[in-house]
């Protein structure tokens, strides 16, 4: 949708310097700006995308937005806040958007559903979606900055950190149609338990009007909670439950092909389904963006072909060849407890393999946090063969003399000795949370 830079300021009552020109793409950083876009410059504690200015420039960029006055021959709005200039823009936007506007939160597998829904809405029209994963107060504003005419329908993904968030996103996002895709520990450094956790997310289902309708996930302990507490009109479930709307059955991996293949039932509707990438959760998250298809009138079986096709977020449970021909699950782009747990799980059902944990710490656990992961040992230690991991969260073990379990100080030291350890036949499974810097030994491991 082209804007005017003049429009832009009066809605966000900002002033505009220099000439006044049709825009319609934004940049808030300057690693990944083209030519053409607007550039935004966000404040944060530890940045200010003020300082960016003169890179912007250099890219191509078109115009600015800033809270400080500056010195370019491009023109540019001053606002109070650029951030709240994205909150104006994003609300007018929402506004005049004529599509249905779907919003996902959970704990896990927001930006996968996403994804999913994303591909099966293109096989039959052009759809707006969240950038990458971007899904916090500054993501979610920055996303809607981008939403067209031309868009059918909209899928945003919202996140939340702390008590109030999931609210003023949804009050923003104004979603027609809201699923939650489960709830598990996870930034529990800001919501102190998965019961805050879970009425946190619930506030996504308080629908702006009369006519919402909530997508559930039927095995979570919070079905009935969220049942009982939405305003939606309707509430559709999904999940492995023999209760659910839309239900999963016989769910396997092909690891060779990197798919996972599933059935969909609907009351007397069967549909063979195949997903790219490996995960039996996946299948879960497959199952949402299914049931929302149907909800919207489209025909799953001319959707469901979208499923192969999926790009998955980086580093999400991605397939590669490793050392001796063995396989490589990289799965480091983020983790907690459940998607630790989830992870294990798809391993251990590659039957014919030796199978390897390499871990590195889960963050934002809060005062449960050592529990938590001699939890995840426990979990794993007779799914496994070998348990590898780094960092002191993981030092409160209690190891025996026939543990499975080293645990290591260093990424050199814990590369030596998984390369070592692998066999051809052997599947190795890297993960950790972001800043445990996991991709490092991942990517010494893919061939």
Request: with cysteine; glycine share 6%; proline share 2%.
């Amino acid at each position: 949708m082209t804007m005017n830079l003049q429009d832009l300021a009066l809605v966000s009552k900002g002033s505009l310097y220099g000439d006044s020109c049709e825009v319609s793409e934004f940049s808030i950083d300057t690693r990944t700006l083209k030519r053409g876009e607007v550039y935004i410059a966000i404040e944060g504690k530890n940045f200010d995308g003020h300082n960016f200015i003169d890179d912007a420039e250099k890219k191509g960029a078109k115009a600015f937005v800033v809270s400080k006055v500056i010195k370019s021959d491009l023109p540019f709005i001053l606002v109070n806040n650029t951030l709240d200039f994205m909150v104006a823009i994003a609300d007018r936007n929402r506004l005049s958007f004529v599509g249905n506007v779907i919003g996902i939160t959970g704990t896990n597998g927001k930006t996968t559903s996403k994804q999913i829904l994303s591909n099966l809405f293109s096989q039959v029209h052009k759809t707006h979606k969240t950038d990458g994963n971007k899904n916090n107060h500054i993501g979610v504003p920055f996303s809607m900055l981008n939403m067209h005419d031309s868009h059918k329908t909209s899928v945003i993904e919202i996140g939340t950190s702390q008590v109030g968030e999931i609210k003023t996103l949804t009050n923003l996002v104004k979603p027609n149609i809201a699923a939650i895709t489960n709830v598990s520990a996870g930034h529990l450094d800001g919501l102190k338990d998965t019961d805050s956790i879970a009425h946190e997310k619930g506030d996504i289902l308080q629908f702006y009007d009369s006519e919402g309708i909530a997508v559930l996930p039927r095995d979570s302990e919070f079905f009935n909670f969220w049942s009982d507490t939405t305003n939606a009109r309707k509430i559709v479930s999904f999940g492995f439950h023999e209760h659910s709307d839309f239900r999963v059955t016989n769910p396997s991996i092909d690891i060779e092909n990197n798919l996972t293949r599933f059935n969909l039932v609907n009351n007397d509707l069967i549909e063979e389904c195949f997903l790219n990438g490996v995960g039996i959760h996946n299948s879960l998250n497959a199952a949402l963006g299914l049931a929302i298809c149907s909800i919207l009138g489209l025909d799953l079986s001319e959707v469901k072909a979208g499923l192969r096709s999926v790009n998955f977020p980086e580093r999400r449970l991605s397939v590669h060849r490793s050392i001796r021909n063995s396989i490589l699950i990289d799965d480091s782009y983020n983790s907690n407890p459940s998607s630790m747990k989830r992870s294990i799980d798809l391993i251990e059902s590659l039957k014919n393999y030796r199978k390897l944990c390499v871990f590195g710490e889960m963050k934002e656990l809060g005062e449960d946090s050592s529990f938590l992961h001699a939890d995840v040992y426990q979990y794993a230690k007779d799914k496994v063969d070998y348990f590898f991991c780094i960092g002191k969260e993981w030092e409160d073990i209690k190891i025996t003399s026939k543990a499975n379990i080293t645990i290591f100080s260093d990424h050199d030291d814990l590369y030596k000795a998984v390369k070592e350890l692998i066999k051809q036949d052997t599947v190795t499974l890297v993960k950790g949370s972001r800043s445990t810097r996991m991709d490092i030994v991942a990517d010494k491991l893919k061939n």
